[in-house]
């Protein structure tokens, strides 16, 4: 073979494969540096890609995550404003680790506490926030705990709300994903977790994100890493292009730069290869359902198309949907009541499915019911 064809050939196939996806070139679970990893959809909650997803693993820094809804969902009651001016105690301006060295008795805004905890991921800022809403950081770890109870976080526990290694202090990489999308919720947290750098005091204090991501990956939302000796380097990234939100988390990388480089590789498989598009409308296939033996013959149905589904890429052309209705349902038939189905394909694969349900409840046709009905019609009539 000349050897200009042999080198026209090797460049052609290097310059394939860098086009790929990095995942796509060869990554895999096992090769990957990561004690447990996870790619899920944020808006559905489906997994994409998963290394030993509920495997126990030290948080550290992204433990913050729980710390952070728990002010969200303060902010969000009314009862903190990020306006509030809030007070560092002793206990708070000793916790070392990242910090804004928090002096004892200082003051600073929940604003500006906001962008150390999300930016610079500090420590002492995440306990003045324990200290505001539950009086002590013992406290507000009970009530963490208890949030993770109420979000069905079975593999989570937290002994602290910064991310210190202790025994019994541990989450997983599914628990995070499932927090990541809750908080994810408030659209104000996007407006710390996009943040690059930063100041506070004046100027005096600068802070540059701990996710370095924020600063080189497109499309990124947030939004938080961690570091301790026993967790290794964590990350918990989020990301956005066009329709399609992902979640990326890695656990125990040895190095930050891998951990980096590993989220990298499950955001872009994820953008490379899937799309995100809501199903077809279905309000003009829902025709009323005949009702037997009810005081109405028929009744109005409706159905909840979820907002989106997660589609391999280029498969939303090709997206059909199908509503299948009972012939017909007895009374007495309760609001709500599901009565039919819609099922989305692409091609011969289904996507979704979904209930069809009755508006509106509808009673039995008794006796009495009948006579009083009679009745009412007579006395139009006149």
Not at 82 to 96: I, K, N, P, Q, R
Not at 244 to 258: F, Q, R, W
Request: aromatic share 8%.
């Amino acid at each position: 073979m000349p050897k200009r064809i042999f080198a026209f050939i090797i460049c052609t196939a290097v310059l394939i494969l860098n086009c790929l996806p990095a995942y796509a070139a060869g990554f895999s679970t096992e090769e990957m540096e990561a004690e447990s990893a996870l790619l899920m959809e944020l808006s559905s909650g489906q997994v994409i890609f998963e290394k030993d997803m509920h495997k126990k693993v030290a948080p550290a820094s992204i433990t913050k995550l729980m710390t952070m809804l728990l002010v969200m969902e303060e902010l969000s009651s009314g009862r903190m404003a990020v306006s509030d001016m809030l007070t560092c105690s002793e206990y708070a301006s000793h916790m070392g680790g990242s910090e804004i060295w928090l002096e004892e008795g200082e003051q600073m805004s929940v604003d500006d506490l906001l962008k150390a905890v999300f930016v610079a991921s500090a420590n002492d800022a995440a306990v003045v926030f324990a200290e505001q809403i539950a009086g002590t950081e013992d406290e507000f770890v009970r009530r963490m705990n208890l949030r993770a109870q109420e979000m069905g976080l079975e593999h989570t526990n937290f002994v602290n709300c910064t991310g210190f290694d202790e025994d019994g202090h541990y989450t997983c990489a599914f628990d995070i994903a499932q927090l990541a999308r809750k908080l994810m919720e408030y659209p104000l947290v996007k407006e710390y977790t996009t943040i690059w750098m930063d100041t506070l005091r004046s100027g005096k204090t600068e802070l540059t994100n701990t996710n370095r991501l924020v600063r080189f990956y497109q499309g990124i939302t947030g939004l938080k890493t961690g570091h301790t000796d026993n967790a290794g380097s964590c990350l918990c990234a989020t990301a956005q292009r066009g329709n399609l939100n992902l979640i990326s988390v890695v656990m125990k990388c040895p190095s930050a730069d891998i951990r980096n480089k590993i989220s990298r590789q499950l955001l872009d498989y994820g953008f490379a290869n899937y799309e995100f598009a809501a199903p077809p409308p279905a309000d003009e296939q829902l025709t009323p359902l005949k009702v037997l033996h009810g005081t109405e013959p028929f009744a109005q149905l409706y159905c909840d198309p979820p907002p989106g589904i997660l589609l391999p890429k280029g498969s939303s052309t090709r997206m059909e949907q199908f509503v299948i209705l009972d012939e017909s349902a007895a009374a007495p038939l309760e609001r709500d009541s599901i009565v039919g189905r819609v099922e989305v394909f692409a091609g011969d694969e289904k996507l979704l499915e979904y209930p069809v349900r009755v508006k509106q409840t509808i009673p039995e046709m008794t006796f009495s019911r009948a006579l009083m009905h009679i009745s009412k019609q007579l006395l139009n009539l006149k």
